[in-house]
């Protein structure tokens, strides 16, 4: 798995562009930060995060949708339940995954950081295949954004303690940052 620094796409990621981005501002992406996400909540494999990413999810399919229907939101990447890997917005843009937040007291970490959402919820279990593909995106971000360091891999609910708490407690941090390890030893 590879990036393009020139245009910020994933080489083996399916491309579904979003909208919801706009430019960067100048400076260093130096920041991943790992979501969690299913729609509707608690069930897989639906396509409904790819459209509610590009604005097209139909409000009268699912009651949890009339509530999410008028958010303008994306993701750089999506990684489902079988590993694979959707990119929504280009890591040279401003996705808008992380809204109000702060790392290390800077402000506003979309203005600096990549967001993957991994298809899940805070309380299962994330598969085998997802943690293969995120240490692989992972690696390959690093690779481009060498200031994405270990200390900077985080959850959404680091960034925004008092309104998210994904990827919940079912992500294993143990799991990723040895594997991460592990990968960087082998290479």
Same mark, same amino acid.
């Given at each position: ?16 562009? $979003?909208? /919801?981005?706009? *430019?960067?501002? @100048? +400076?260093?992406? &130096?920041?991943?930060?790992?979501? =969690? ?52 917005? $280009?890591? /040279?843009?401003? *996705?808008?995954? @992380? +809204?109000?937040? &702060?790392?290390?007291?800077?402000? =506003? ?60 407690? @079912? ?17």
């Amino acid at each position: 798995m590879q990036l393009d620094r020139s245009s910020g796409w994933c080489d083996v990621a399916r491309h579904c562009p $979003s909208p /919801n981005f706009n *430019a960067r501002p @100048a +400076g260093e992406i &130096s920041l991943l930060v790992i979501h =969690n996400i299913s729609l509707p909540p608690g069930q897989f494999g639906t396509g409904k995060v790819q459209t509610f990413f590009q604005n097209q999810l139909d409000p009268n399919e699912h009651p949890y949708f009339a509530g999410i229907v008028s958010l303008q939101v994306s993701a750089h990447f999506l990684i489902e339940r079988d590993g694979a890997v959707t990119q929504f917005v $280009s890591c /040279n843009e401003r *996705a808008w995954h @992380a +809204g109000v937040s &702060s790392f290390e007291g800077r402000e =506003n970490c979309n203005d600096f950081s990549v967001g993957i959402e991994l298809e899940g919820t805070d309380e299962l279990p994330f598969t085998d295949a997802q943690y293969d593909a995120l240490v692989a995106l992972t690696r390959a971000l690093q690779a481009t954004y060498p200031a994405i360091t270990p200390a900077r891999i985080c959850g959404h609910s680091d960034i925004a303690p008092t309104r998210k708490t994904d990827p919940g407690p @079912a992500f294993d941090w143990k799991r990723l940052r040895s594997a991460l390890m592990d990968t960087k030893e082998a290479s």
